[in-house]
């Protein structure tokens, strides 16, 4: 069974910054072998990708947060990161975590607001 916890949402001030973390409870799967992305949600919209790092390490951002956002992963503690930086009212919504395109954790609620 496998399992994603995110964390690390928060309400922050336009300009600030944020470091989303996600766990995975992930010992039936082989992680190292998976890409891992991070979705947005905003409210009243479609969860869509901001991030994505391929198991080979290639990454692709969103066009509204390439500059500012960075994925990351740790293969040996099978976390997955987005540091979110210079964030702006538009980055507000619930994050999400995936692995594999397959696997999804419940989400955490990112409110960038003044």
């Avoid at 964390?7 to 992930?26: D, K, T």
């Avoid at 964030?87 to 607001?113: F, H, M």
């Amino acid at each position: 069974q496998v399992q994603l916890v995110e964390s690390g949402g928060g309400l922050v001030q336009p300009g600030g910054s944020l470091r989303l973390s996600c766990s995975c409870a992930c010992s039936t799967i082989p992680f190292h072998d998976y890409g891992v992305e991070w979705f947005r949600r905003a409210p009243g919209m479609q969860r869509k990708s901001v991030a994505r790092l391929s198991n080979a390490g290639t990454v692709t951002y969103a066009d509204s947060v390439k500059g500012r956002f960075t994925i990351s992963r740790d293969n040996t503690r099978t976390m997955v990161y987005l540091e979110m930086n210079a964030l702006r009212p538009e980055d507000t919504g619930v994050y999400y975590c995936n692995v594999g395109a397959w696997y999804w954790g419940q989400g955490t609620p990112v409110t960038v607001s003044s």
